[in-house]
């Protein structure tokens, strides 16, 4: 059976971090994601990465900010997020797959989200 387990969400101070991380098992996958949705809102793309070049992708508003990278293990990835901001305030799932995609429906696996609140 496959699962995505994510942890390292919380509470944190504007300004400060957290690094979130997705660990994947019963399979291996090329590609994961991160995604998040505030209360409200639609889910939005957060950060893409392909796991045999490395390369990334981010929305924009967390370029400089956030870092997706690989583990040793080749079902781990993390999430790097610095100089948190009140509107980064989310549910974070991460996302499995086999493209290099920042839409959500290229994904096949998601896990169930890490609470991310960021207070002013």
Known sequence: QVQLVESGG????????LRLSCTAS???????????QAPGKEREFVATIT?????????DS??????LSRGNAKNTVYL????????DTAVYSCAAGF??????????????GTQVTVSS
């Open 10 to 17: 919380g509470l944190v101070q504007a300004g400060g971090s």
């Open 26 to 36: 019963g399979r291996t996958f090329g590609n994961y994601a991160w995604f998040r």
């Open 51 to 59: 796991w045999t070049s490395g390369s990334t992708d981010y929305v």
């Open 62 to 67: 967390v370029k400089g900010r956030f870092t």
């Open 80 to 87: 790097q997020m610095n100089s948190l901001k009140p509107e």
């Open 99 to 112: 493209v290099f995609s920042t839409r959500g429906q290229d994904y096949y696996y998601w896990g169930q």
